[in-house]
Every structure is written in structure tokens, then in C-alpha cells.
């Protein structure tokens, strides 16, 4: 998980640092606030009917790139269990089709649930469908998330996959 972390931040420093130093490119304060319901989650005989989540994102905005660390809430149902995803966002906004690209890395803790949380990743795509303040944003994203269930033997490492609608406002 290290190196996935390592490397999703060597990427976001390797896009945003050219617009740090440029006079004509404004960096601002951003909040991006993220609502998403689980179509599919898959992990074998474990595997979770729906899952709802609630992300907040803080950062900065350097012209196109937003960086941010996010916190949130993601609850999983049959069976239930909740986790804390804390993780590093990175946006990239296409000006000429509104489109957000959406990359984030982190790791989830425990809320409830008999389980241990583990890290997890997500890569979506978003259409801006309105450009105001608060914009507003509708999408997908894959999201791929380990947990460790501790009463199966060995204490079983789960994979959770699914595809996540999202609708997202950001000021």
C-alpha cells in the first residue's frame, strides 16, 4: 500500500508543480463534497449487497489540478460494517468538455463492524452539469478496497470491487 501512496503522490507533484510558480494560473481554496451508492460489490462469498458513502475533500486548486486529503464514511450492508476512508484526491478538470478526471489512494478505518480496515484506491470520470457555485458534478468511479475479517480463519483478506454512481459539489 506504501508504494501505491508513494506513487499516486509522485504523480500528483509531478502535474501540479509546474503551476505552483506561474503568475497567470490562480491557486484557491477548494471543498469538494462527494455522494456515491455501490452498484456491485464483489469479493467471493463475502461479498456486500450495496454499500452508501459520504467523502469530503479539502485542498488546493492549481488552474485545472485539484489536490486534497479527504475523509468520509462508507457503510457497507449484508453484511454491515462501515469504514472511515482517509485518503489523498487528485482532480484533473478538461476546460473544453468539463469532465473530471477523479484519482484517490488512502486507507479505511474501522467504524463498526467485525472487521480491520486495509487501504484502497479509486479511479472515476465525471461530467459537470452545472457551473456555478456550488458546481455540480455526475459520474462513476471503480473502487477497489481490502479489509481483513478476523473471525474467518487465517483472518481472511477480503478484495471489495465496485462501481460507484457518484454525484459530487464542489465550491
Not at 17 to 29: E, F, I, M
Not at 84 to 98: D, G, H, M, R, V
Request: no cysteine.
Amino acid at each position: 500500500m506504501n508504494k501505491i501512496v508513494t506513487v499516486f503522490v509522485g504523480i500528483v507533484l509531478v502535474i501540479t508543480l509546474p503551476y505552483a510558480g506561474s503568475g497567470q494560473n490562480r491557486t484557491r481554496y477548494f471543498n469538494r463534497t462527494w455522494i456515491g451508492y455501490h452498484l456491485v460489490v464483489s469479493s467471493g462469498s463475502y461479498a456486500s449487497k450495496n454499500a452508501f458513502e459520504l467523502l469530503s475533500v479539502n485542498g488546493l486548486q492549481f488552474s485545472q489540478n485539484e489536490i486534497g486529503i479527504g475523509v468520509g464514511l462508507r457503510g457497507y450492508h449484508t453484511p454491515s460494517y462501515n469504514t472511515l476512508p482517509i485518503y489523498l484526491e487528485y482532480n484533473k478538470i478538461f476546460n473544453k468538455s468539463a469532465t473530471l478526471l477523479s484519482l484517490d489512494a488512502g486507507t479505511s478505518a474501522r467504524i463498526s463492524g467485525n472487521f480491520t480496515g486495509g487501504g484502497f484506491f479509486s479511479v472515476g470520470l465525471s461530467q459537470r452539469l452545472l457551473h456555478a457555485k456550488p458546481d455540480l458534478f455526475i459520474g462513476a468511479k471503480y473502487n477497489n478496497e481490502k479489509i481483513v475479517l478476523p473471525f474467518i480463519p487465517n483472518n481472511l483478506t477480503v478484495q471489495l470491487s465496485a462501481i460507484v454512481i457518484t454525484i459530487s459539489a464542489g465550491f
